[in-house]
Nanobody, 129 residues
Framework: QVQLVESGGGSVQAGGSLRLSCVAS?????????MAWFRQAPGKDREAVAG????????YYSDSVKGRFAISRDNAKNTLYLQMNSLKPEDTAMYYC?????????????????????WGQGTQVTVSA
C-alpha cells in the first residue's frame, strides 16, 4: 500500500507556471508503482492529465495538456512531479496524484482504463484570466 501527499498548488495568472509534487510514503517500494496526475473542477468529472511508467521512460498525456504540461518522477526521492506551463483558466481544478501497482498490471493499462487504486488528498490550482 502507498500513501500519497501532493503539494505545490496555488493561484497564478493565465500564462504562468506551477510545479506540483507528490511524495509517496517512505516505506513504499516506489519503483513498483505506475503514477499519474488527475484533476477535477467543480461540477465536472475527474479528468486524467498525465501518466508515467515505473522507470520514467514512457509518459502519457491528455490532449488538453499536451505540449504544456510535463510529468516526471524521481525514484530516489519517491516523488512525482507535474510541471505546468502556459496555464489557462480552464486548468483550474483540484489536482490529484494517483498510483497503481506495476507488478499487477502494465502502466499503459492503468492509463487507458483510469483504474489507479491509490490516491492523494489533492492540491488546488487556480488560474485567473
Amino acid at each position: 500500500q502507498v500513501q500519497l501527499v501532493e503539494s505545490g498548488g496555488g493561484s497564478v495568472q493565465a500564462g504562468g507556471s506551477l510545479r506540483l509534487s507528490c511524495v509517496a510514503s517512505a516505506y513504499t517500494r516506489y519503483t513498483s508503482y505506475c503514477m499519474a496526475w488527475f484533476r477535477q473542477a467543480p461540477g465536472k468529472d475527474r479528468e486524467a492529465v498525465a501518466g508515467i511508467n515505473t522507470s520514467d521512460d514512457s509518459t502519457y498525456y491528455s490532449d488538453s495538456v499536451k505540449g504544456r504540461f510535463a510529468i516526471s518522477r524521481d525514484n530516489a526521492k519517491n516523488t512525482l512531479y507535474l510541471q505546468m506551463n502556459s496555464l489557462k483558466p480552464e486548468d483550474t481544478a483540484m489536482y490529484y496524484c494517483a498510483a497503481g501497482l506495476g507488478s499487477v498490471l502494465p502502466c499503459s493499462y492503468y492509463w487507458r482504463q483510469r483504474t489507479y487504486g491509490y490516491w492523494g488528498q489533492g492540491t488546488q490550482v487556480t488560474v485567473s484570466a
